[in-house]
């Protein structure tokens, strides 16, 4: 019964527009003596939640990939796209895809990667002959790929929250991040085919972004190259935790653009803004969700959720199939970064119950829940990419279509194909 109050609350409070940060705590503040907590007890959870040491990186990688965009140096690995897959049949959304994968490394973000390439190719593939619902689908949906593409702010969030290795998790998303570029790239080479003649963009001198010379193209954008070979290096390597490549990154990338003379102080405060404003944002509602997790736990509800599973659940093919409808309509109607950390402590325990490696489960969930992107009311992927493409939802939505089953299919591969995420062991 107090179980169905607290979710109840919680439904009535994010429905009447609340903040998440107000919602999660209000929804045990109300009820500290159902669940048998005492405010003193609990005056202190917020406060360990945000001290924790990884959770430093996500401003330090939102700074980052702010001041990539800010700075130019992001346009350039667009342009740099261009030179390697103009004359490509359909090649802007080979581009698009690219880029993405590209700028996931940088931001860690997955709205981050839609606004930053569709802000820049939206445009573009519009004067070469691409219809306007088909643009904004297509990079809301590879805009998916930021979260794969390490570093990603929602698995930083699932390790510090559930205790798994954030390494091991970067690392695990190799292959998920490959094959789901596959699909969406199968998925262009099929549909461009169907509104471009002959699969050709419209193609014209002025039209096109390679206007510089090639090798002074593939210069500029060394530097820009050099950031995700650095973060990653260093982490694959060992020779870094995440949050100190997210340290190093940003003094790289700070430096690069101070010596290649992209950076104001305008600029530059325009990006510690950013990542004070969003990154403060994110650590406010990371110390509400504690409050309420710490209550959950005490009150043994991640334990009573897993022997409620393993009661009327008997397989793990089967808990997986469950948990994935859960998170995608969760992810649905709740914002990402809430979601991992409400959902992650909460289904962490039931899936050990079945065997299932906390890392492949990660993936599983972070994946899940950002495909919620692509579905009202909460697609925030949808908004940012209709609003850089011009276009109203309702123009996208059978675009949309191929490619979020071309999402659930990759889900689904990485749900029930354990080496995907497990290769590495």
């Not at 931001?107 to 593939?125: K, Y």
């Amino acid at each position: 019964m107090a179980l169905t109050l607290t979710f109840g609350l919680m439904a009535l409070f994010l429905l009447v527009g609340a903040p998440l940060a107000v919602a999660f705590g209000l929804v045990i503040f109300l009820q500290m003596s159902t669940y048998g907590l005492s405010i003193v007890g609990l005056s202190n959870i917020p406060y360990e939640e945000i001290s924790s040491y990884p959770l430093i990186a996500i401003p330090l990688f939102m700074f980052t990939g702010d001041l990539m965009n800010r700075s130019g140096m992001a346009a350039e690995l667009i342009k740099l796209s261009d030179l390697m897959l103009h004359r490509v049949k359909g090649a802007f959304g080979y581009i698009a895809i690219v880029s993405s994968a590209m700028m996931g490394a940088i931001t860690g973000s997955s709205v981050a990667t839609v606004a930053t390439v569709g802000g820049i190719v939206s445009p573009e593939m519009a004067r070469r002959g691409y219809p306007r619902g088909y643009i904004a689908a297509m990079v809301a949906s590879v805009g998916l790929l930021g979260v794969l593409v390490p570093p990603s702010i929602p698995l930083i969030l699932y390790g510090a929250t559930v205790g798994v290795s954030i390494s091991q998790l970067f690392t695990a998303t190799l292959l998920p991040a490959l094959l789901m570029a596959a699909l969406f790239l199968a998925v262009h080479i099929v549909l461009s085919r169907r509104f471009l003649e002959g699969g050709r963009e419209i193609k014209g001198e002025s039209l096109n972004l390679v206007t510089e010379k090639p090798t002074r193209i593939v210069l500029k954008a060394t530097s820009a190259l050099l950031l995700p070979v650095l973060i990653l290096g260093g982490i694959y390597g060992g020779i870094m935790t995440p949050t100190e490549a997210a340290a190093i990154g940003c003094i790289y990338a700070v430096s690069a653009a101070l010596v290649r003379r992209m950076l104001d102080r305008t600029k530059l405060l325009q990006s510690v803004r950013h990542a004070v404003v969003t990154g403060s944002g994110i650590l406010v509602i990371i110390a509400m969700t504690g409050v309420f997790n710490r209550a959950m736990v005490l009150n043994q509800v991640p334990q009573d959720i897993a022997i409620w599973v393993a009661t009327y659940i008997d397989n793990p093919i089967m808990f997986l199939l469950v948990v994935n409808v859960v998170l995608l309509l969760v992810g649905t109607f709740m914002e990402t970064n809430a979601s991992i950390l409400l959902m992650g402590p909460l289904l962490a325990p039931a899936a050990a119950k079945f065997g299932i490696d906390p890392v492949h489960f990660g993936i599983i969930t972070a994946v899940n829940l950002e495909i919620g992107l692509l579905t009202p009311p909460m697609a925030a992927n949808l908004y940012v990419a209709a609003r850089a493409a011009e276009v109203r939802l309702p123009q996208m939505m059978y675009y949309l279509a191929f490619f979020f089953t071309a999402a659930l299919v990759g889900q689904a591969l990485i749900t029930y194909v354990p080496f995907l995420t497990l290769w590495y062991r």
